[in-house]
């Protein structure tokens, strides 16, 4: 019987899986591990912490995505580290896989620029865990405000401070105005939930940095409209059970909020730091691992690393942003590779992102895109949005109840899904408890 | 002003729901505290822990099923203790609330039988963590097989004991059957699911004991047909890692399992048994609380107890079961109880349980059900079950998603909500981390 390539696949997020479904050749042996057994829409997750959807309606088995593809075996398990001479990876229970071909898709992890003790306070939206504990600490707040004692304490429970305006801060500010001003109004006898204060802090002087400055402004507008804060140019200084501390210029703030919830950076997982060291390869300053055109690792032709671990570059030396797209693309670009070697082609044309824009989307009717260039907002951002995003999850069974959920909700202005689990009401609890460990290898 | 008289309503089940919802006189004013902040449609939660339906699905906001009744203040908040001479109810956090009538909804939790050690091993169906945890065991236990090294170890993870047949136990068991034959069907490549080993024990000499034996007949034999080993009149000695030991007759025997699931009886709560104290009232075996025939504690007409903590007899000194329906009917009697004292009556016909029957489900088309004497099996009493079970979550939003979800499932065979959340897939990590404390004051 003839050999076959053993690709093994590390991660089952946008990118690994595009690389895993562009392998089909009989000749190809696909071992997919990841530590979780799902693919995770991440891209929607804001709207599970926001009580807008079930995490099952944006997670997919990675086992009944790929049932059908015979070549793929599907594993749950760490990578923990590489030996890229033996070509082997070896998981955290001390299983070993050889691979021919390694595509590492492992992600990255919330970086708190070294302030670790913010993440007790300031959780981020990474995985289910995270944004269920999100959706948890928010809904937790509005009902601690209606027991509060003092009108102190209720304002504190009714403050909510989103560090990071990027897509996800603005996202999860413009969710958190939704609930408060529509979803909750009528929910409470002693507070007033419209009333609560929601501030976005932005250290760059404007919101959505990454995007065109036309929509930095739109945006901007439209999540003022809704009722949020915008405060640009600060730099948050800490974050404990009182709230957030902010410089602004030369003076120091304190914000008094119970709700705190962290958009901001990310940096390499504890296996991409192994995986350099192993390797011995160059990274970036949040420890991304700089790649060939290739993808590949320098010296290493047969590990690739797609999607957030890896510091790609475009035609102009710029880094590529840490999104799907560009997980996907490189993804597809691995498993060309692999197949164009197969067949005795060893030069292969250098990873090309094909950027077909950005968008983010702040709330009902309300969103901003690039699109190749055509820059949109409100209502017709909106709708395309809508659009890409009911289309990207047609893979998934949920499609349908996803749009019926959505729909309801824009009728009704209601939430399917607030539910408080995971810890019962005790007073002492004000964060959550079921955060998973979203760091390492996934 | 004129006073309002003060209704506490401890717990939002059904109970405590039904007594709120038919207590709408504006001279009534009702604070109803929950330790959660939703009500859950329990009867379908084995649905949750078996991957069909999400948590979201199955729960509905206490403030959003009673936002319009403007009489209502929803708390979340855990009672821990009351004061029947002052009237007033403690909270964990010290908060007191007074009342001109109480009703204690507050229900039960898991009994192991003086075992408490069983309960790390296996998990109950009680609260949304549980089903949540028992979700993760289940398919943990797939994925665990698929990287065993030794036959027995794949073995032990594709044996799953459920013990106690009542219809919980027979739903788990059905769902579990399905999910090995038909929905992991194709999902693995070394493994095969389909040969796992389901057992069910049980210790009365049939199943569904509180059902005619005919019924318990007919949810053997399809239960049997779906695959399952039905194993009565065995007695559960102890449950371990290792699995579960039980005495046939004279005889001990030990299961190896990993996967064990507790479907067996309830008891009282720490709540409970304080209010029996405090109201020296007597209890049954499990600690509910004997009750007069108007559901009010003995000396304390202001106090109604309802629903799964209540020890209420039928016509013929039976006590009534632990069912929604009794809860529900509860709860509209005390709300009608207090309605005509407010217009000076005092006298109330007594409590009459109107049985309209029962139900277990097992599988797809497979059913029975008892109603109003008649007895059913197969499809029409999976018919009426699943009529009767859309019908009831009427009132919550997500009625046509369950509905639509139901129909892909059974068009597809696949279940959507097949997450492994809570915990990162760690060698060790066999049992449940996020199992919630189900206890007290529900």
């Not at 404990?240 to 410089?247: C, E, L, Q, S, Y």
């Amino acid at each position: 019987m003839e050999q076959k390539h053993r690709v093994v696949i590390l991660g089952g997020g946008f990118g690994g899986l595009a690389a895993a479904q562009k392998l089909k050749q009989p000749q190809v042996e696909i071992t997919l591990i990841d530590r979780r057994n799902f693919h995770l829409f991440q891209p929607l997750l804001y709207q599970v912490a926001t009580g807008s959807l079930s995490p099952g309606e944006i997670a997919a088995p990675l086992r009944g995505v790929l049932s059908r593809q015979k070549n793929v075996r599907v594993l749950l398990g760490e990578a923990v580290d590489v030996d890229p001479g033996a070509r082997r990876v070896i998981l955290r229970d001390g299983d070993a896989f050889e691979y021919d071909s390694l595509i590492v898709a492992t992600g990255s992890q919330t970086s708190y620029y070294s302030n670790d003790s913010w993440r007790e306070w300031a959780p981020s939206l990474k995985s289910v865990e995270e944004a269920t504990a999100i959706r948890h600490k928010i809904l937790y707040a509005f009902e601690r405000a209606e027991r509060a004692v003092t009108p102190e304490e209720a304002r504190a429970w009714l403050t909510f401070v989103i560090v990071g305006a990027g897509a996800t801060g603005l996202e999860l500010s413009g969710a958190l105005a939704e609930i408060a001003r529509e979803t909750l109004r009528h929910d409470f006898r002693k507070i007033r939930p419209q009333e609560a204060r929601i501030i976005l802090l932005e250290g760059a002087p404007r919101v959505l940095g990454a995007f065109p400055e036309d929509l930095s402004a739109k945006a901007e507008k439209l999540v003022t409209r809704l009722g949020v804060e915008v405060v640009k140019g600060v730099m948050v200084t800490n974050i404990n059970a009182a709230g957030v501390t902010f410089k602004r210029g030369e003076s120091s703030e304190l914000l008094a909020a119970k709700t705190v919830l962290w958009a901001g950076g990310v940096m390499s997982t504890s296996f991409g730091e192994r995986l350099a060291q192993r390797t011995k390869a160059e990274t970036d300053r949040s420890g991304r691992i700089k790649v060939q055109p290739d993808l590949t690792v320098p010296n290493y032709p047969d590990i690739f690393i797609i999607g957030d671990l890896a510091h790609a570059v475009d035609e102009k030396g710029k880094p590529l942003p840490g999104v799907a797209q560009v997980a996907i693309q490189g993804g597809v670009y691995a498993a060309k590779t692999i197949r164009a070697r197969l067949k005795g082609k060893q030069q292969v044309a250098p990873f090309h992102y094909f950027n077909k824009g950005e968008m983010a989307v702040i709330g009902r009717a309300a969103a901003v895109a690039n699109i190749f260039g055509l820059h949109l907002s409100g209502w017709p951002a909106w709708l395309i949005w809508l659009f890409i995003h009911l289309m990207y999850i047609v893979e998934f069974q949920s499609r349908v109840l996803v749009f019926i959920q959505w729909g309801f909700e824009y009728l009704t202005f209601s939430r399917g899904a607030r539910l408080i689990t995971g810890t019962a009401a005790t007073d002492s609890v004000t964060k959550p408890e079921t955060m998973g460990n979203t760091g390492d290898g996934r």
